[in-house]
């Protein structure tokens, strides 16, 4: 146990299992949104309740989902002890002072952004994970199976504007979080080289920090215009 110690109680250490952590939510984050695509299928909910019910019967992918949980509290502990350190490091700021200059706006306010999600994160699962495992779902029946009409809730917290709202603000926080912190974490892990920066700059500005995040946002607002009769 020396070493977990060790790693836990040093900046680099730190700075890796925050690295890690955020990666493997990256990881998440396409299949969840694969998942979630289910709702532009305009078959009243069949194919994402089938997709839940999945998630949330599988063996393999219920013991993954604790692992989710953990990382999620392990990256935001660790990027809080960082920033503690840091600010102990430096109580007093220098006398002149132009991040702009050599960083970008995004790695200057990640502990911003990370609260912001932080607290989607807690919203997000009540609306839905509370409501899923412990709410009073409604049954849907396909073939002769029942299943939680997990989609009556999608649509019953993307009917209210201002939910649709929050979520699609929170996607271009989350957006500019991963901007920086893909990059950043194969940077930690010392992933640095000509040939394969480039392309890991690439995915993480413009999949990760604009074509995932734009997906999430466009499901609820979907789902909003539909409810509503728009479309």
């Known amino acids: 146990m020396a070493w977990v110690i060790q790693t ?3 900046s680099l ?3 890796v299992i925050m690295s890690l952590t955020g990666l493997f939510l990256s990881t998440f984050l396409i299949v969840h949104m694969a998942g979630n695509l289910q709702l532009f299928k305009g078959d009243n909910g069949r194919a994402f309740n089938e997709y839940t019910y ?7 992918i219920l013991t993954v989902s604790y692992l989710l949980y953990t990382s999620i509290l392990v990256h935001a502990l660790m990027a809080w002890v960082l920033t503690r350190h ?4 430096r109580p007093v700021k220098y006398a002149y ?5 050599n960083s970008d706006w995004s790695s200057r306010n990640m502990g ?4 912001i999600l932080l607290l989607f994160i807690v919203i997000h699962m009540k609306t839905f994970w509370y409501e899923m495992h412990f709410g009073s ?9 029942q299943y939680k009409d997990l989609y009556a809730v999608v649509k019953e917290a993307f009917s209210q504007w201002w939910y649709v709202l929050l979520y699609v603000i929170c996607m271009v926080a989350i957006g500019f979080h991963l901007a920086h912190g893909f990059q950043s974490g ?14 890991i700059e690439f995915v993480g500005k413009y999949f990760f920090a604009i074509v995932i995040p734009a997906a999430f946002a466009a499901m609820p607002v979907y789902v909003f215009l539909q409810v509503h009769g728009i479309i």
């Open 8 to 10: 836990l109680s040093s």
């Open 13 to 15: 250490g730190r700075k």
């Open 54 to 60: 999945f998630m949330t019967h599988n063996p393999l």
């Open 86 to 89: 840091n600010q102990e490091s």
């Open 97 to 101: 002072s132009k991040p702009e200059a």
């Open 112 to 115: 911003i952004l990370g609260t």
């Open 137 to 145: 779902v409604p049954m849907a029946e396909y073939d002769g199976k």
């Open 186 to 199: 194969f940077q930690s892990l010392g992933i640095r080289h000509k040939k394969y920066t480039p392309l």
